[in-house]
């Protein structure tokens, strides 16, 4: 992998970053664990590999790895992993804990590079002996260990699939249905502890559409960690925002020290778990986190120009609108709409959440007046900030007006909502806002309200067009403030200038 954005990079790290890459560019894989038995998770993940009805598979070598089979999906099985013939890069192990041990040496002696540890029964449970035991294990052998207790790494491009959970299954009906979707290739890196919550992630990502560049997930965090990952992917040309959901963070010193390099270059937004005292101790169960003081995370995160998300809503917004539209150089939006009481929910989000909502200059108040004078839009628009051109708006009066507030220099961003429901819009302003707004390095987000086909339609096609859509007011209002947060924090430290030529590199958003 080459760097991406010209840091300087020591032999150490790059030698440390190659290894990372062997989980997402391997030439040669091994399951160990996989089987026929097709109800088990050594099959789903060596069918992965093997052959998709949906996708692509791994283009590298591939070996079954199993004593009491002779051959896996046309693949010859071997006994051990030491007979496997040729280098191996990468070891995805699906075997009870207590053999898990035996199998690191074997890879040691195999000269692995990573290793997927699928298997559960570690730390989570208790077993934190076995799990520092293969730690050991691996350090001597400079492998490096993604898990125990998680789903492991998926990347399209090369077919790497480690997620025990099928694509499909079939219904009583016989009809196959898909089940754990893959989301098709974007820019948006998932890293997760909660393998649950990844599967379930995968599947929302899937539905709204939004592409995803690498999915790691890390359960226990033996070894390679949220930071190491996240390190990585600031080298990752494919990967434009990292969203995490984090229950711990292992190492907060090497967190914040990496988390301050790459949010300069990168969005980072986090859903951090474990708020409440109950929730701490729900995530000291289920991957053996220590939760700790949720002061002291959210102090750390916005110091590190992390971006903390609230739920779920926020969590994948704010990430589809961080990876589609530049960062804002102020909290003064401008609102255009087509109904006023979504208007006015829109300006209460919008002041609860902090941002401004001031009139426009006089310049652009005057250049509103001149339209209404020509009849170009209604005279009983409201113009002043927000801009209501009413039930009766027209394709025509949505361009234009949104033009005038783009062009006022104190508006720093524009929420659009543009509620398909009136008579007079069709889908040409669609475009005509999309092309407007790829003149001006501001941000622009929509809602449209609804859940029929054309509300899907209409924000299906402003996603497509790199503007990203929202169902609710609050939802474009949260979305436009994390474009907000993160382009104050690139301003505070000297990195706005830099993350607009990357816009204009990778994005649509080109003056």
């Known amino acids: 992998m080459e760097p991406t954005y010209g840091y300087k990079v020591n032999s150490d790290m790059e030698e440390a970053l190659r290894k990372l890459d062997a989980f997402f560019n391997p030439q040669a894989v091994a399951v160990v664990g996989a089987t026929k038995k097709i109800d088990k998770a050594g099959f789903v993940i060596f069918k992965n590999f093997s052959t998709s009805k949906l996708r692509g598979v791994f283009k590298g070598e591939l070996y079954p790895v199993n004593p009491n089979e002779d051959s896996i999906l046309g693949f010859k099985c071997y006994k051990a992993l030491s007979e496997v013939p040729g280098a191996v890069d990468l070891i995805v192990i699906i075997v009870p804990a207590t053999v898990v041990p035996s199998v690191m040496e074997e890879a040691v002696g195999k000269k692995v590079k990573a290793c997927v540890i699928i298997s559960a029964g570690f730390k989570e449970v208790g077993n934190v002996e076995l799990e520092e035991q293969v730690v050991a294990i691996a350090k001597k052998g400079g492998i490096r260990v993604l898990g125990p ?201 919008c002041e609860f959440l ?85 003149k001006y390095l501001k941000p622009i987000v929509m809602c449209d309200i609804g859940e029929t086909e054309m509300a899907l339609y209409t924000r299906s096609r402003f996603d497509r067009l790199c503007v990203p859509s929202y169902s609710s007011p609050e939802g474009a209002a949260r979305a436009m403030k994390a474009l907000v947060t993160w382009g104050e924090y690139l301003e505070r430290n000297g990195a706005a200038d830099e993350r607009i030529a990357f816009i204009k590199k990778y994005c649509l958003i080109k003056p």
Request: include cysteine; charged fraction near 25%; proline fraction near 3%.
């Open 149 to 349: 207790n998680c789903l492991g790494v998926y990347y399209s491009k090369t077919g790497v699939d480690t997620l025990f959970l099928p694509e499909t299954k079939t219904l009583t009906t016989g009809d196959e249905v898909v089940a754990t979707p893959r989301p098709m290739p974007g820019n948006i890196a998932m890293i997760t502890q909660s393998g649950a919550f990844g599967s379930a992630a995968l599947d929302f990502l899937t539905g709204r559409q939004m592409g995803v560049s690498k999915f790691v997930s890390f359960g226990n965090k033996c070894d390679v960690d949220e930071s190491d990952i996240l390190h990585y992917l600031l080298y990752d040309k494919e990967t434009h925002v990292t969203l995490m959901y984090l229950e711990d963070v292992k190492n907060g010193r090497k967190f914040l020290e990496i988390a301050k390099k790459v949010t300069l270059k990168k969005p980072v937004v986090v859903i951090k778990t474990g708020r409440s005292s109950a929730g701490a101790r729900a995530a000291a169960s289920h991957t053996g986190a220590i939760a700790g003081s949720d002061k002291i995370y959210d102090a750390a995160f916005k110091q590190g120009g992390v971006i903390r998300a609230r739920d779920m809503d926020e969590f994948f917004g704010m990430g589809k609108a961080l990876a589609m539209q530049p960062p804002a150089t102020g909290r003064n939006i401008g609102i255009l709409t087509d109904a006023g009481g979504p208007g006015v929910m829109t300006v209460d989000e």
């Open 354 to 438: 902090d941002l401004t909502v001031n009139k426009f200059s006089d310049d652009i108040l005057k250049k509103f007046q001149e339209l209404k004078d020509q009849n170009l839009i209604l005279k009983i628009s409201a113009t002043s900030n927000p801009v209501d051109l009413t039930g009766s708006v027209t394709d025509d009066q949505f361009v234009t007006s949104a033009d005038l507030m783009f062009q006022d220099q104190e508006i720093d961003g524009i929420i659009l909502l543009g509620l398909h429901h009136m008579p007079g819009l069709r889908e040409k302003y669609i475009d005509g806002i999309v092309k407007i707004s790829s």
